[in-house]
């Protein structure tokens, strides 16, 4: 069997990182954010069929990570670490990168539905404070989660009955794309049950006929006391 030298491995991965359009590929994705192959082709400025080529080599040296939501296949920086190599790399090339602005509307971008649960920057502050707090962990697959004994205790204190969540037939709680943010928020039977709550406690409120929600003075008061979110 043949090692491969460290030195080797080194340079294959600079070779993946130092080609032009995987090299922007991978700074549109160093903000955190997933975005689709066709984006990462329009970044990139290469067809469909050539980003596809870029991302299997960039995924096949761990550079980045892929995974599907309904029609659509989101990619992602494989860690911190590859978030960090690139950083790095732009200090010695001593140039910054333009950072993400979401198009979608504020009145959206703040709080949304999503099917049945929360979505928009609210709820993506929601599920990485969850993670934080270690209330969430993944489960056999990269977006699904399984609920700590803490975030069972937490969930229980916030009216949800997790068995009968967990009952329901359908994923029990899984980290959906959000689509202005780009960053996970909380999707399943969990994130519904935790939608029903947010309304219930008047947390948020929806909007007439529009997929809009209004988050309450008394709800950002409540929730910086019970999860330290921030705003």
Known sequence: MTVEHPDAAVARVAAAIGEP???????????GRARTSTELAAVSEVSPSTASVHLSRLKAERLVKVFAQGKHRYYSLHGTSVADALEALSVVAGRSHDAFVPRTPPYLRAARTCYDHMAGTVAVALHDRFRALKWLSLATDDNAYELTAAGVKACASLGIDVDATRGLRRRFAFACVDWSERR???????????????????????ELDSRALSVTAAGRRDMRARFGLDG
């Open 184 to 206: 996970p928020h909380l999707g399943g039977a969990l994130g519904a049950a935790l939608l029903k709550t947010a309304l219930k406690k008047k947390w948020v409120v929806q």
């Open 21 to 31: 359009a995987r090299t922007r590929m991978l700074y549109s994705l160093a903000d």
